[in-house]
């Protein structure tokens, strides 16, 4: 591998047949270009899907009312299940120990949001203190709500970044000031941003006390958000997570009267469980690019193979002189390897530039939701350079093996 | 030099079996030249490459200065080849990406001499066979005779003990023909071992021996007054 005399023969070899070296090439460049293009893509719709799922904790657990669909205890289907503050009492003084955030949320849909002579229409929550953490939000300016807030129910409100974009436009001038909330007055006390984006932050958030007494809420609720506290490993935090909103399930059932069958009286939506679905399919989406990569790759082998084949016949002659001349099998099988191990290591690395080069330089323009920062991490770039290697070696062995079992008698007459 | 008793050959061609050499005694001195005459089917070149290793006899001995030459594997043949043999074809065998110069040292490549002893060599090699100008060239630039002298000088680079020439002269003209024995003449009259095989009468009245074949045996052996090639020129 190392032997300067050996280098010389290849150059001089490669030198003299530039064209047939540079489409054995191609092919190999070709393919690792497109495995590191896939690899990439890959690695960016990861990304992006993980930066979608970045809008909630990642361990949220979310509770919803329904309708009932089973007849049970003498009640009919069709029920609509309201919420009330002491579901949401009773579960979190049941699980205290487990339970790291807790929230009721009382919402009104298309609330008017007014100030001065800007007004739109949003979602208007009333919750805990503890929902900032749930949503993920952190503060621009100012501060979320606070348990004094949610005891004494004043009128303060916490505007989404969006919200404060329409309403005061570029202001920086916004804590202190009083925005109307369908007619009545909130004094704003914060700006938060959500990392869900657009969406999330169209929203505004009052004491749940506050929200249920001046519109007229009562004791209802719309819904109910948990976290659980961190657990050592994935799988316990998922079991706890599974345990517990088997037993809230159990519990509200129970309390509300529902078929323990009904799945559309009371929806939970465990966020670890569907973190855990979308890092599954991640997992098979790079899977299946790993898997095109390798085909593509195989193919380029194939290719490379095929013509080391033919080179090897085309030089048969030049073989059966080099044999007649004192040439020993090792040393030709080591010719035609070196020499197809050489070009398809320079073709990939070759390849394997040009497709680092575009995704570095093309990767961050790319605007869709979907693939984010496409990159090969470095490891990645590794394996690809021992596959091509070990792929050169593969592709020129059997031409090779071929070429030293000629016999010289043989290829002297070969026309 | 050479000796080589009872030698048999045969060629498997389907069912067939075709006894090709029939028991060939054979002996060839130090500083010999030797032509091996006969007519196509007769066993010269199947001699000749099993004088050459690059075939193995069935049955029979050889013995080359001395070193019985059985039982060859790849290896030791391609070593025994590079060691004892030089090789001049009728269609040259250079390598046609290769420079005149490269083609010389080609066999000292093989030998494991460093680059710039053997370049030094092949181009006192090339002086020798008088194309030292011409070393730089491709084989595609050069006429049959410089080609010709070029597998010449390639021969001689290892300093192997026996000249293995089949048809040298096949595929050149007259002039150049007696050109080229001409040189092969000196390069005997320095001592060195020659075997040509030949077809031309004429070529082989220049070499010291005539050895005729047909069918497979010795039928003639005779000494001959040896022509000088460079009267004819």
Redesign the interface.
């Known amino acids: 591998m190392f032997d ?2 050996r280098w ?2 290849i150059f ?2 490669i030198s ?2 530039k064209l047939r070296t540079f489409l054995t090439g191609l092919s190999v460049a070709s393919g690792i270009f497109i495995l590191v293009i896939l690899l990439g893509i890959g690695e960016g719709m990861k990304n992006g899907i993980e930066r979608e799922f970045q809008g909630d904790a990642a361990n949220a657990i979310f509770v919803y009312p329904g309708v009932t669909t089973k007849e049970y205890k003498g009640l009919n289907p069709g029920r609509r299940i309201q919420l009330k503050n002491d579901d949401f009492e009773y579960t979190s003084a049941e699980n205290k120990s487990e339970l790291e955030f807790k929230s009721a949320v009382f919402r009104i849909f298309g609330g008017m949001v007014t100030f001065e002579n800007e007004s739109g229409s949003y979602r208007v929550e009333g919750v805990y203190p503890d929902y900032q953490f749930l949503e993920n939000s952190s503060m621009v300016s100012g501060r979320f709500l606070n348990n004094r807030d949610v005891e004494e129910s004043t009128k303060i409100v916490v505007l989404g970044n969006r919200v404060k974009m329409d309403l005061f436009k570029d202001s920086n001038d916004v804590l202190g000031k009083y925005v109307e909330i369908s007619g009545i007055k909130f004094k704003v006390v914060g700006v938060y941003t959500d990392p869900g984006g657009e969406r999330e932050e169209s929203r505004v958030f009052v004491p749940i006390t506050t929200a249920q007494k001046v519109f007229s809420g009562g004791n209802d609720i719309n819904s109910l958000s948990y976290t659980l506290k961190a657990k050592e490993t994935y799988e316990e935090a998922l079991a706890a997570s599974n345990n517990f909103t088997s037993k809230l399930e159990t519990y509200l059932k129970g309390k509300h009267t529902i078929a323990p069958s009904d799945n559309s009286a009371i929806y939970i939506n465990n966020m670890l469980e569907n973190t855990k679905r979308f890092y599954d399919l991640i997992g098979m989406i790079k899977m299946f690019f790993w898997g095109v990569g390798i085909c593509t790759i195989i193919a380029g082998v194939v290719g490379v193979s095929n013509i080391m084949l033919i080179i090897v016949k085309e030089r048969t ?2 073989i ?12 030709i099988i080591g010719m035609v390897l070196h020499e197809s191990i050489f070009v398809t290591s320079f073709a990939g690395l070759t390849g394997l530039i040009m497709g680092l080069v575009l995704l570095d330089f093309v990767g961050p323009m790319i605007q869709t939701d979907f693939i984010y920062n496409p990159t090969v991490n470095f490891n990645v770039a590794l394996s690809t350079v021992v596959i091509l290697i070990v792929a050169g070696a593969v592709a020129g062995f059997f031409p090779a093996y071929r070429a ?1 079992r000629i ?3 043989i290829a ?1 007459r070969d026309e | 030099m050479i000796t080589i008793k009872d030698l048999h050959k045969s060629y498997k061609t389907g069912n067939n079996s075709l006894h090709v050499l029939k028991g060939i005694n054979f002996n060839v001195a130090e500083g010999e030249l030797v032509s091996i005459m006969g007519s196509s089917g007769s066993g010269k070149s199947t001699l000749l ?1 099993i004088l ?1 290793m ?2 193995e006899a069935d049955t029979g001995s050889y013995t080359l200065d001395g070193v019985a030459i059985k039982n060859l594997n ?2 030791i043949a ?2 025994y ?3 004892f043999l030089g ?1 001049i ?1 009728q269609s040259f ?3 046609n ?2 420079s005149a110069l ?1 083609n010389v040292a ?2 000292l ?3 494991g001499m460093k ?1 710039s002893e053997r370049m030094d060599r092949a181009e006192a090699y090339l002086e020798k066979v008088g194309l030292a100008q011409w070393m730089d060239h491709l084989p595609n630039q050069l006429s049959g005779g410089q080609k010709q002298r070029v597998a010449i000088a ?1 021969a001689l680079a ?1 300093d192997p003990k026996v000249l293995l020439a089949d048809e040298p002269t096949g595929a050149l003209d007259t002039k150049t023909s007696y050109e080229v024995m001409d040189l092969i003449q000196q390069i005997n009259d320095e001592g060195r071992t020659i075997l040509i095989v030949t077809h031309e009468p004429d070529i082989a009245q220049m070499t010291k021996r005539i050895v005729n074949l047909k069918d497979g045996l010795i039928i003639d052996d005779t000494k001959v007054n040896q022509v000088r090639a460079l009267q004819n020129v």
């Open positions: 300067l005399e010389q023969e001089e070899t003299k047949n002659r030049e059966g002189v080099r044999k007649a001349l004192g040439a020993q099998p090792l040393s030293a016999k010289p008698i002297l | 490459n050459g690059l075939d790849e290896k391609a070593r080849r590079n060691k090789f074809f065998n250079l390598i990406y290769k490269d080609l066999p490549y093989y030998q680059r390639r290892s």
